[in-house]
């Protein structure tokens, strides 16, 4: 029953939310009513205590028609800007308040994932040394669980990096060591590093252009490249192929890389590069992550000028591209 609620809580809020600003609005408009009733019972009142044969008879009637006008006149105003705070305030209000509950919801979400993230790779890398240590193997076999090994203590490694980063990024606290750099290299070095980590997966380079500089934090840029690589392959359905693609336009460098998974939904577009955001639920999703990877690719990609987009790739699957501006390679 609570797991519930907190399911339908900001739906639950809302409702209640919405029949109070309706009732607040209705009261508003009850007394401008009433308001103008009054006045207008007031002038009548004012008129008929007036004596018909006395000189300034119309004079005063004139006078008591204007006053209440010039009342109707300052209802009008106050009401209205009663109206307009009131609307304004709600809007920023519910705004603000649903912001708060879809952020929490996903903070949540991201604890849970990082409890698996780390729990995971640490119980695999126990019980390989534990193996290690009380069996004797074969040198092959022995080989094997190092391996193994030494992938969870990557994939531990790559999850700090980018919880480290995404608070020092959001603190302010990070400064960009910017120079020119091969990125050509850069990303055969990362299809290099997923296809010795993943090799039931495929990841092809369908056209990789030689010698392209850019100017920005080698380190980070790496961190893009080797987020968008796994995250293609964790949506990869069935160990279908990765495609990574580095093509120059004019001025300008597009690195493409593209999967055959079951796609991104054109909600889910909106809002895959926010922070902890993640399509579906966190309790029964299969793949792994934190919500940090594409939220991180982002800010990265827009502090070196540059830009980041997704699109389906068909029949199945998306594309995920970022734009950089080439820089002519450094003179040696």
């Known amino acids: 029953m609570r797991s519930l609620y907190k399911r339908k809580r900001l739906t639950v809020i809302t409702i209640a939310y919405w ?34 044969d006395q000189p300034d008879y119309v004079n005063r009637v004139a006078e008591i028609e204007a006053e209440k006008k010039n009342k109707e006149i ?26 708060q509950i879809r952020l929490n919801n996903q903070q949540q979400n991201f ?17 390989n040394l534990e193996t290690l240590l009380k069996r004797k193997l074969e040198e ?16 531990l490694n790559d999850l700090c990096n980018n919880i480290l980063l995404a608070s020092q990024i959001e603190a302010g606290n990070y400064l ?35 010698g392209i500089y850019v100017k ?28 990574v693609a580095l093509k120059k336009t004019g001025n300008s460098v597009v690195l493409e890389i593209k999967d055959e998974g079951d796609g991104i939904s054109a909600a889910d577009k909106k809002r ?16 792994k992550g934190t919500g940090l990877g594409l939220f991180l690719t982002r800010k990265i990609i827009k502090d070196h000028n540059g830009n980041i987009r997704v699109t389906d790739n068909i029949p199945s699957g998306c594309i995920f591209a970022i734009t950089l501006s080439i820089a002519e390679p450094a003179e040696a």
Not at 111 to 127: D, G, N, S, Y
Not at 179 to 204: C, G
Not at 223 to 229: A, E, K, P, R, S
């Open 111 to 127: 604890m849970m994932a990082i409890t698996h993230e780390l729990k995971t790779p640490i119980a695999v890398a126990k019980l």
């Open 272 to 287: 895959i590069f926010d922070k902890f955001y993640r399509a579906g639920n966190e309790n029964t999703r299969q793949a």
């Open 74 to 99: 300052q209802y009008i105003g106050e009401g209205a800007t009663f109206m307009l705070l009131i609307l304004v305030g709600a809007v920023f209000v519910y705004r603000a308040t649903r912001k």
């Open 216 to 243: 920005g934090d080698d380190l980070l840029l790496q961190l893009c490249v080797n987020n968008l690589i796994d995250n293609a392959i964790k949506y990869s359905a069935n160990k279908k192929l990765v495609t």
């Open 140 to 155: 092959t076999q022995q080989e094997k669980l190092l391996g193994n090994t030494l992938k969870e203590a990557n994939r």
């Open 176 to 210: 960009l060591n910017k120079q020119e750099f091969n990125l050509t290299e850069l990303v055969y070095e990362s299809v290099d590093y997923f296809k010795t980590r993943f090799p039931a997966f495929t990841i092809r380079e369908e056209q990789i252009d030689d």
């Open 19 to 52: 029949f109070l600003l309706i009732y607040i609005l209705t009261a508003l408009v009850f007394w401008f009513v009433s308001l103008l009733k009054q006045n207008d019972q007031m002038a009548s009142y004012k008129i008929m205590q007036l004596k018909m």
